[in-house]
């Protein structure tokens, strides 16, 4: 768990106790460590030190404005995959040729939005967006820098909602088709072709699904070169897995490395977009047990959280390690644990083995991507805040939302009807 460890009984953040933050800030509240954030992206930086590179972070994973000013102020760019993110790295102080923009349903005003920027880089995903984007250039009186993303049919072994390099994905132009779309904007007047795109999938722990994808990727750069086209950069998106549960996952370096490789002595700008496996680590979610319910065969342990504040396990089955903020003597015992949300998937862990009593505090570990972005009002519930630790620093970077603020803007118009 990085910053997170024990000292005493209690488990801390850096410096300070999470207990202490609970009692602060209440439950169930997401907690980030400063430092698990920026070791990772040292890591990162330090494995791409012999190539031209760009690093851009993947706001999907958790796009919190502070946590983007950190990355931000260390260096990197983001990859966005909405208008709306690319307004949150732009209020992180990223300027527009530091934004790399991905996703597959891209409106005209959201690529007009990003031509407008100064974007690095538009990843696009089908013939028909390449023609859209062809439109807004022009009548922005601009040119359109475009990398198409390309579906290699490589299966990353992972969870099918995840995988996204497969010809059964909605992602990515298949490799038969990509080539004859490059030559097709050759001498276009509004479009420039700047390099190839490959994402195949998030939670990847093994990287032959890499390597092999890249070595597609490169074999179309060499067939373009012939055709005329001189790229300048790949683009390999991100996917590198966390070890949620002890999982045996390369690290950073020994995945660069592997990337890396095949394009010393080359020209290539080699581009990577990383989200879970830099953020992951670095948050928790504290959570405290409301109940403790014993069914005919089930034991349940009912916390605070629910699947509205952390969907994963309830959307992917996603397992990770729970553990006490303060150690427990009591004995142990078997449970699920779950939230209070009035459908049967809001559970975290099945057959859980704990030592747990009501009033106690709990934290889900490694909730850092796709834990607050991921959060719903669902059940009316209001969203939890977001805490930043800094060394024996606690700053809140994300309020806890009020029940009055969930009605704020039904109540408003519901005046304006009744008026």
């Known amino acids: 768990m990085g910053a997170f460890s024990y000292h005493g009984h209690g488990l801390c953040v850096e410096g300070v106790p999470l207990k ?10 997401y907690v980030y460590s400063k ?18 590179h760009l690093i851009c972070y993947a706001v999907k994973a958790n796009g919190n404005l502070s ?9 990197l760019g983001f990859d966005v995959v909405s208008g ?10 990223a300027s527009g040729d530091k934004i790399v923009f991905a996703g597959v349903g891209k409106t005209a005003a959201e690529l007009a939005q990003a031509l407008e920027a100064g974007v690095y880089c538009i990843n696009v995903e089908s013939e028909a967006e390449l023609l859209r984007l062809a439109q807004v250039a022009q009548n922005l009186k601009v040119v359109a820098p475009f990398a198409l993303r390309v579906n290699p049919d490589v299966d990353p072994k992972t969870h099918p909602y995840i995988s996204t390099g497969l010809k059964g994905n909605k992602f990515g132009i298949a490799m ?16 420039k072709a700047m390099g190839v795109a490959c994402h195949i999938g998030s939670q990847i722990t093994d990287l032959a699904p890499f390597i092999e994808a890249q070595k597609k990727v490169l074999q179309l750069v060499a067939e373009l070169k012939t055709e005329g086209l001189k790229l300048t950069h790949i683009d390999m998106g991100g996917g590198l897995g966390v070890p949620y549960q002890d999982e045996a996952v390369p690290s950073v370096a020994d995945y660069l490395a592997a990337l890396v490789q095949p394009l010393l002595g080359t020209d290539l700008k080699l581009i990577v977009e990383p989200g879970r496996s830099l ?37 992917y ?21 779950v939230g209070p949300v009035c459908e049967s998937a809001d559970c975290f862990l099945k057959d859980a083995e704990i030592a747990v009593q009501e009033g106690n505090l709990l934290a889900i570990c490694d909730v850092g991507a796709y834990g607050f972005s991921m959060a719903s009002q669902y059940n009316s519930r209001p969203r939890p805040p977001e805490v930043l630790v800094d060394g024996t620093n606690v700053t809140p970077i994300r309020a806890r939302e009020t029940l009055d603020s969930l009605l704020e803007n039904e109540l408003r118009l519901l005046k304006e009807i009744s008026a």
């Open 20 to 29: 202490d933050i609970a009692l602060q800030f209440g439950t169930p509240c």
């Open 35 to 52: 430092k698990a954030l920026l070791t990772q992206i040292e890591a990162y930086q330090n494995a791409l030190k012999k190539l031209p």
């Open 67 to 75: 946590l983007l000013q950190l990355i931000h102020e260390a260096g």
């Open 84 to 93: 709306g993110e690319f307004l949150r790295a732009q209020k992180a102080g």
């Open 176 to 191: 038969t088709e990509a080539q004859s779309l490059y030559v097709k904007t050759k001498n276009h007047p509004h479009l």
């Open 279 to 315: 953020v992951a680590q670095a948050g928790v979610l504290v959570t405290k047990v409301e109940y403790i319910k014993h069914n005919a065969d089930k034991t349940f342990v009912v916390t605070d959280a629910a699947m509205n504040d952390y969907l994963r396990p309830a959307l």
């Open 317 to 337: 089955g996603a397992k990770q390690k729970i553990v006490n903020v303060v150690k427990n003597t009591t004995p142990t015992f078997k449970a699920d644990i």
